[in-house]
């Protein structure tokens, strides 16, 4: 079957840097996608990798290994509005996302 | 201005009835897809439409019908509602040309069967 693992949930501080892994099985793999979650809203997309190696964008960056089905996202200077759900998905050989349940990260001050 | 928007945002209905739930783009996007999201669990796809005449069925379409009327319209409907297909329903969009297949979700749709 296919599989994404995250954790369930994480805490963190104002200002820190935290780290959410994801690791995958699935069948093929044609990409993976980081999204955020606010509670009650829409996920919204933060990242794709689909080579090995670190993709930075602002405070976020995400990272993959293909040979280890694993990747993470890292958050850098956090803020209080980062409080929210990271989603985490795979599109497989049919092109399908499949996705985590989610990693929810709590800020405090 | 919202890209994809969903209506109606929230619904209250009761088992055995008749729902419909719809979702339209301004994004001009080929693809649309239908996912439901439970507490714990990863979003699960119900639907998904690669143009108009293009139906293909998800992981858990039992119990749910969709109607692509034009590119910017993509209906899901549940014919006769049951309590534990209350969820949080998203529409998502792609762009056929996009080589990443990025999905933009709409703001989702809150279901209550009683």
């Known amino acids: 079957g296919q599989n994404i693992d995250q954790p369930t949930e994480m805490t963190a501080t104002e200002g820190a840097i935290v780290q959410i892994n994801c690791t995958y099985q699935?069948?093929?793999?044609?990409?993976l996608f980081w999204y955020q979650q606010h509670a009650g809203e829409a996920p919204t997309f933060l990242s794709y990798n689909v080579l090995d190696g670190l993709e930075e964008k602002g405070r976020f960056s995400s990272f993959l290994s293909r040979s280890k089905g694993y990747s993470y996202l890292l958050l850098k200077e956090l803020q209080m509005k980062d409080s929210a759900s990271y989603l985490c998905a795979v599109m497989d050989s049919n092109y399908q996302l499949i996705w985590g349940a989610g990693t929810k990260l709590i800020i405090k001050p | 201005d919202a890209d994809v928007t969903q209506t109606p945002r929230n619904r209250i209905t009761k088992t055995g009835k008749r729902i419909m739930l719809e979702c339209s783009q301004t994004k001009g996007h080929d693809r649309m897809y239908w996912y439901r999201q439970d507490p714990g669990l990863g979003l699960r796809l119900i639907y998904y439409s690669f143009d108009v005449k293009d139906i293909n069925k998800g992981e858990i379409s039992d119990g749910y019908s969709v109607s692509r009327q034009a590119q910017a319209k993509f209906s899901l409907s549940l014919e006769s509602a049951i309590p534990n297909q209350t969820a949080l329903y998203f529409c998502a969009t792609s762009d056929l040309i996009d080589s990443t297949d990025t999905q933009y979700f709409g703001p989702g749709t809150r279901l209550t069967v009683l």
């Open positions: 699935t069948s093929g793999f044609n990409g």
